[in-house]
């Protein structure tokens, strides 16, 4: 590999060179100049490009508790589908590995005929396959998310906090499906126990169709390495459900023959419903349709009336986005938003949407029905269904879950912008 | 960098080779076929990489404690973050209930991290052992495991002090909450699948 590496940035330097030496000679022709030095960048960062000097985007927030880090997507700011590795969400319950690609290994074994290792240079030879899927913590968006109460971590309801430990990324890797052919499986096989590198040891599992379907073993995102908190150099990318399935660090596959009943997933995310008498929900594995205006929304302001175009991103676990309706008054009509290109299972969708702002208060908000047919719920309609009291977000007793209200920013007349889904 | 079902041949040489191909190709064989990449894994690989228990307790390691050994690691190992006798400190609630008498009644989300919550005795020792204490997960040895787990169980009012346990009793103590878990049989995909906020 190394003496491959070396031959192939070999090429591009002369290639580089090349065209620059073509440059300098025209401007010298037309200019008469006779100065030929490379114009362009300051030495030593073809590599890996900058942002330029300038550049100021808007950076992630992070609440810090003894039992989580957590880093939030500045979305107010995005435009399109794809989220920055740079300003990529994280949700950890204990300290992040630093591991060496070079010895890092990662082993299937269980229900297999032949439990294998897999080192970065054999996933790299394995047949690839790169997929645009969105990833969203199971907490995102929760009724805590909406309220800032003084406590310690309370956080600016934002779209960045309440929504923001969500993206959308081109994961490439490894599937499964190859992995396991490898490994061979047993017939009674219909599980797998993943687990993680992090300090917990962190595990979770997945439905053996699941993965066999559509799941990888993941080493790239936008085409770079993972970063360090995205499971560098390797994780689990389960696409559709809940984030926590997508196991960094990954450290072992372990095939099963039934489900695992791992802390986070059978104590930690099993909720308390109303509904069912506060019997417990646990597996709940999808994230259901749901869309959020990302511009304008909570914490800006319009400074004056006229034509602002609202955005948003809509996605869903079961499928593609058919179609996002907008309202400006407050839910009482409903207009069919742009879909933009790309709409890809499983994936953001970006929506566009012409409004003109008349100066009055009023509420504006988005609903996505997904190619199943199914329609995101407003918040009394996720009451209703949960049977959760309407005012129960300060002190959640029962699930929050996998929560996909629809989610109304309130425009008052000043133009200052806030969240009104618990108002 | 080779793949076992890829190959070049001189173009002459096609003719000869087709019947070959053919048998390569037909279904169930050419893609199908292995590439023998992965380095095998040894059983004491395999033991090295620790335990993961099953709901019913296989998995667990030979090793045995009592809730009266528990209390004691408990005392100098977990008490600094959840309390003197699990009833929370800087870190979650560990105990609800008493020794002798289990809690009764649901768990609403703001109570669902006590031991008398879960739905299977394995999930403790699988989750202490790989992560507690917290920051240096992986260092109890089993026998600390069972008895810290012993020790929860007994304050949880869920076990006797004087229970071992082990590989064989531990995966049969019945949880009280276990049948307050829906759906009661884990499935996917999920059936009816309609309305998925279900």
Redo the contacts between chains.
């Keep these: 590999m190394n003496s491959n590496q070396s031959g192939r940035r070999g090429f591009l330097k002369g290639a580089a060179l090349a065209g620059l030496a073509v440059g300098a000679q025209k401007a010298s022709a037309q200019t008469g100049l006779t100065n030929t030095a490379a114009p362009g960048a300051p030495p030593n960062t073809h590599e890996h490009g900058q942002l330029a000097p300038n550049a100021k985007p808007a950076g992630r927030g992070v609440t810090k508790s003894?039992?989580h880090t957590t880093y939030y997507t500045p979305l107010a700011d995005s435009v399109g589908i794809i989220t920055p590795a740079s300003l990529h969400f994280m949700q950890s319950h204990?300290?992040l590995p630093q591991i060496d690609p070079a010895t890092y290994?990662f082993?299937?074994?269980g229900l297999v005929d032949?439990?294998?290792?897999?080192?970065m240079d054999?996933l790299k030879?394995?047949p690839s396959v790169s997929k645009i899927r969105f990833l969203e913590c199971l907490g995102n968006s929760s009724p805590r998310r909406h309220v800032n109460d003084g406590k310690p971590n309370s956080t600016p309801v934002t779209v960045q906090y309440t929504h923001g430990v969500m993206s959308c990324n081109e994961w490439g890797g490894v599937p499964l499906s190859a992995?396991f052919?490898?490994?061979?499986l047993k017939k009674e096989a219909s599980w797998v126990?993943a687990?993680g590198n992090d300090?917990?040891?962190?595990?979770y599992c997945i439905?053996l169709?699941?993965a066999l379907d559509d799941c990888m073993v993941a080493y790239l995102q936008n085409g770079e390495p993972l970063r360090q908190e995205q499971g560098f150099p390797a994780r689990l990318f389960v696409p559709g459900f809940g984030a926590n399935h997508s196991v960094k660090w990954l450290?072992?596959l372990?095939i099963?023959d039934?489900?695992?009943?791992?802390?986070d997933q059978?104590?930690?995310h099993?909720?308390?419903?109303a509904d069912?008498?506060?019997?417990?929900?646990?597996?709940n594995?999808?994230w259901?349709?749901k869309s959020v205006i990302t511009r304008p929304s909570a914490g800006l302001k319009l400074n004056t009336p006229g034509y602002y175009e609202i955005t948003g991103l809509a996605w869903s676990g079961?499928g593609k986005v058919k179609k996002v309706d907008v309202s400006v008054d407050g839910g009482k009509t409903w207009k069919e938003a742009r879909l933009q290109d790309p709409v890809l299972p499983m994936a953001h969708t970006r929506f566009n949407f012409d409004w003109t702002w008349t100066g009055e208060e009023t509420t504006i908000m988005s609903r996505c029905t997904d190619d199943?047919g199914?329609v995101q719920?407003s918040l009394a309609e996720?009451n209703k269904?949960?049977g959760r009291a309407e005012k129960d977000h300060l002190?959640?007793?029962?699930?929050?879950h996998?929560w996909?209200a629809i989610q109304p920013w309130k425009v008052a007349k000043d133009g200052s912008i806030s969240d009104v889904l618990f108002a | 960098m080779s793949y076992s079902h890829r190959f070049l041949v001189p173009g002459f040489l096609l003719p000869l080779m087709t019947v070959g191909a053919f048998l390569l190709v037909a279904p169930g064989v050419g893609f199908a076929q292995r590439s023998n990449i992965g380095r095998p894994a040894s059983e004491e690989d395999i033991r090295n990489l620790g335990v993961i228990i099953s709901p019913g307790g296989k998995g667990l390691p030979q090793g045995k404690g009592t809730a009266k050994e528990g209390g004691e690691l408990y005392a100098k190992q977990c008490v600094a973050c959840h309390g003197k006798t699990g009833e929370g400190g800087v870190a979650d609630q560990l105990v609800m209930g008493k020794p002798g008498a289990p809690r009764k009644g649901m768990y609403s989300d703001l109570d669902r991290h006590p031991i008398g919550f879960w739905a299977y005795s394995t999930t403790v020792f699988d989750y202490i052992n790989r992560a507690m204490p917290a920051n240096r997960g992986g260092t109890l040895k089993p026998d600390e495991v069972y008895a810290v787990v012993a020790y929860l169980l007994y304050m949880e009012g869920i076990i006797k002090e004087t229970d071992v346990m082990d590989q064989d009793t531990l995966g049969k103590v019945q949880m009280p909450n276990r049948p307050n878990f829906l759906p009661e049989r884990v499935v996917w995909p999920p059936n009816p699948k309609k309305p998925s906020w279900y």
């Excluded at chain 1, 052919?181 to 061979?184: F, M």
């Design positions: 003894i039992t204990s300290r290994s082993t299937v074994h032949r439990p294998l290792s897999f080192t054999d030879r394995l992995l052919k490898e490994a061979g126990v687990e300090g917990s040891k962190y595990n439905p169709t699941k450290r072992r372990y099963t039934e489900p695992y009943m791992t802390w059978s104590v930690h099993a909720a308390a419903r069912m008498a506060y019997k417990s929900r646990w597996f594995f999808v259901p349709p079961w199943q199914e719920p996720l269904h949960w002190e959640p007793k029962s699930n929050t996998y996909n």
